[in-house]
């Protein structure tokens, strides 16, 4: 653990820095994203269950809304790694050596199950939510006229959630490592964090059981999946900890 220890000051002036250089490099991601956004959003119009559809504006400042909003969130995507690696060199004078280097290691599958949740999300859960919402508006005889706009709002609310969710397994870890939680504490809690899950799943999946199921099972498997990594995790930390103590002892 570093020795030097900072003043209140001292670390709101390291935290600026931190600030500065994810700020840098979200401008740089954001003139990146004006090149892709426009292909992107035309990809994503394109897919085959969407080119059957026609997408309308109904404001005149709906497709510059899309387009700033799909900058945006690209560039926060690209800045990702960079975001994770300042919050770690922020944290990481307070760590051990061997947390820090163990925990330098998750910043590239922090950003793999981000995208991954994306995918899953976007391939898996946006074609049932469509199809299912598309055959209740023919149940009810409606015709359905789609904004550009709120079908984009569509695919935020139902991918960024899942991006930010996937990223269970590496806190779990983070925080495994640093011994706030053990396997055995997520073990013991399952039947209140499948609850919760549970509850998540219902605020983003359509009111009906199979789409509630498809949200679900991941969601648990992902879980499962967490305490699994977490026992791994709890091992090296155990480790860590019998080889702290034998130094300390040999100081003594």
């Known amino acids: 653990m570093n020795n030097e220890e900072l003043t209140v000051v001292e670390h709101i002036q390291e935290l600026r820095k931190k ?3 994810i700020a840098f490099f979200f401008v740089i991601a954001m003139a990146v994203s004006f090149f892709l956004a ?3 959003i035309q990809f994503l119009q394109n897919t085959e269950d969407i080119a059957a559809l026609q ?3 109904f404001h005149v400042t709906d497709p510059m809304k899309v387009y700033i909003q799909v900058i945006f969130i690209l560039s926060l995507v690209i800045t990702s790694p960079v975001i ?3 919050l770690w060199s922020f944290i990481s004078p307070g760590l051990y050596e061997q947390e820090r280097k163990a925990t330098l290691r998750y910043i590239p599958y922090a950003f793999l199950l981000l995208i991954t949740g994306f995918v899953f ?3 898996v859960l946006r074609p049932y939510m469509l199809k299912w919402m598309m055959n209740l508006a023919d149940d009810m005889d409606v015709q359905q006229t789609i904004g550009i706009y709120e ?4 695919l935020m609310q139902i991918t960024l959630p899942f991006g930010l969710i996937f990223q269970l397994p590496i806190i779990i870890l983070f925080l495994t490592r640093l011994g706030i939680i053990t396997p055995m504490f997520l073990s013991k809690v399952r039947k209140y964090a499948y609850f919760i899950l549970l509850c998540v799943a219902a605020l983003i999946a359509p009111p009906d059981v199979m789409s509630l199921l498809i949200v679900t099972l991941p969601l648990c498997v992902l879980y499962e999946i967490s305490i699994m990594i977490s026992r ?3 091992r090296k930390y155990l480790k860590a900890e019998q080889k702290r103590q034998m130094e300390f002892a ?3």
């Open 19 to 21: 600030l500065v250089v």
């Open 38 to 40: 426009k292909p992107l």
């Open 55 to 57: 997408l309308h504006a």
């Open 84 to 86: 994770l690696y300042q």
């Open 121 to 123: 999300s976007y391939l």
């Open 151 to 154: 079908y984009f709002q569509f």
């Open 232 to 234: 791994l995790g709890y």
């Open 250 to 252: 040999a100081n003594s």
